[in-house]
């Protein structure tokens, strides 16, 4: 993970205030975001979120070089882990279910070199690409994601799934092997454009 944390919990529980939430140190922030008191934050400054987030308990945000952006409407469940050097979008409406990892960044495991954040860089061998969640994906509970994969808009990932490939939009996968078992419906785009419409006119 990058650098130190950016702590400011000041109790067991609960969600931050927005000056408690501002004292993070985001690159930025939007309105109405909700933070955990117990969630951790690596390079903050390299995090951006949009309005309307919630980042639920335990969480770790550890943003490397190419930063994590967070959209609108995003919801990050307890124990959501996100790190690595490479880029790391979610985009509006995106949502993370518990403990699933984000990785933009993995070691290699074949024995060619070290593992390890303890390692010399010039000992290692990682991989870093960038990892996008288009609009309106979900990620079922326990599922990792590795460097490179990018889940597209509308899709669903079942829970305890490990993600090693792309995702096609408006697919639902499963399994160690991303198995597409169904198509998502579309009427949740009917949804969001009345939600906006609601928000624009009580604007």
Same mark, same amino acid.
């Given at each position: 993970?990058?650098?130190?944390?950016? +702590?400011?919990?000041?109790?067991?529980?609960?969600?931050?205030?927005?000056?408690? #939430?501002?004292?993070?140190?985001?690159?930025?922030?939007?309105?109405?975001?909700?933070?955990?008191?117990? =969630?951790?934050?690596?390079?903050?400054?390299?995090?951006?979120?949009?309005?309307?987030?919630? +980042?639920?308990?335990?969480?770790?945000?550890?943003?490397?070089?190419?930063?994590?952006?967070?959209?609108?409407?995003?919801?990050?469940?307890?124990?959501?882990?996100?790190t690595g050097a490479a880029s790391i979008d979610l985009k509006d409406f995106a949502g993370l279910s518990g403990r699933?990892?984000?990785?933009?960044?993995?070691?290699?495991?074949?024995?060619?070199?070290?593992?390890?954040?303890?390692?010399?860089?010039?000992?290692?061998?990682?991989?870093?690409?960038?990892? #996008?969640?288009?609009?309106?994906?979900?990620?079922?509970?326990?599922?990792?994601?590795?460097?490179? #994969?990018?889940?597209?808009?509308? =899709?669903?990932?079942?829970?305890?799934?490990?993600?090693?490939?792309?995702?096609?939009?408006?697919? +639902?996968?499963?399994?160690?092997?991303?198995?597409?078992?169904?198509?998502?419906?579309?009427?949740?785009?009917?949804?969001?454009?009345?939600?906006?419409?609601?928000?624009?006119?009580?604007?």
């Amino acid at each position: 993970m990058a650098g130190s944390p950016n +702590i400011t919990a000041m109790r067991r529980g609960g969600f931050l205030t927005p000056s408690e #939430v501002s004292a993070i140190g985001f690159a930025a922030v939007g309105s109405n975001v909700k933070i955990d008191a117990s =969630a951790l934050f690596y390079g903050a400054e390299r995090i951006t979120l949009g309005s309307d987030v919630r +980042i639920d308990a335990f969480s770790v945000i550890s943003a490397g070089a190419g930063g994590i952006r967070i959209g609108n409407h995003v919801h990050i469940a307890s124990f959501g882990f996100l790190t690595g050097a490479a880029s790391i979008d979610l985009k509006d409406f995106a949502g993370l279910s518990g403990r699933v990892s984000v990785y933009s960044s993995a070691d290699d495991y074949h024995g060619h070199a070290l593992t390890g954040p303890t390692i010399p860089a010039e000992f290692r061998r990682v991989e870093s690409a960038p990892v #996008v969640f288009e609009e309106h994906v979900v990620v079922g509970a326990g599922t990792i994601v590795l460097p490179g #994969v990018r889940v597209g808009r509308g =899709a669903a990932v079942g829970a305890l799934s490990l993600l090693r490939k792309d995702v096609a939009e408006f697919t +639902i996968v499963a399994g160690h092997s991303g198995r597409v078992i169904g198509t998502r419906k579309r009427t949740l785009l009917e949804a969001e454009a009345k939600l906006k419409a609601k928000v624009l006119g009580s604007g």
